[in-house]
Nanobody, 127 residues
Framework: VQLQASGGGLVQAGGSLRLSCAAS????????MGWFRQSPGMDREFVAA????????AYADSVEGRISISRDNTRGTVFLQMNSLKPEDTAVYYC?????????????????????WGQGTLVTVSS
């Protein structure tokens, strides 16, 4: 699976951004898709994930209510809609894919559960 993330940029606090991640190479709907972020000097942290069918989502507490993950399996793309952005949201955002081997498999929340990674897209939120 090859992943290509896009949509990052500079935005003022309170603004919005929509990240996209296009996947190719395998059956997209058979993969969990996740977003992680990493700030300088910090560990990579979980942001959100969605199951292959697009009807189960999971979010980090720090972004709950402000960020929404969705996917379009016909286009092989996952999205991260980010609203009410804060300076602490500044980071490189990575999309990732993990094979979903069971219909009701738990949504993976750690980077070690993901098999494929995109190159990252930088989000900078100014105060």
């Amino acid at each position: 699976v090859q992943l290509q993330a896009s949509g990052g940029g500079l935005v003022q606090a309170g603004g919005s951004l929509r990240l996209s991640c296009a996947a190719s190479g395998r059956i997209f709907s058979s993969y969990f898709m996740g977003w992680f972020r990493q700030s300088p000097g910090m560990d990579r942290e979980f942001v959100a994930a969605i199951n292959g069918g697009g009807y189960i989502t999971a979010y980090a507490d720090s972004v709950e209510g402000r960020i929404s993950i969705s996917r379009d399996n016909t286009r092989g793309t996952v999205f991260l809609q980010m609203n009410s952005l804060k300076p602490e949201d500044t980071a490189v955002y990575y999309c990732a894919a993990a094979a979903q081997r069971q219909v009701f498999a738990p949504t993976p929340r750690t980077q070690y559960e993901y098999d494929y990674w995109g190159q990252g897209t930088l989000v900078t939120v100014s105060s």
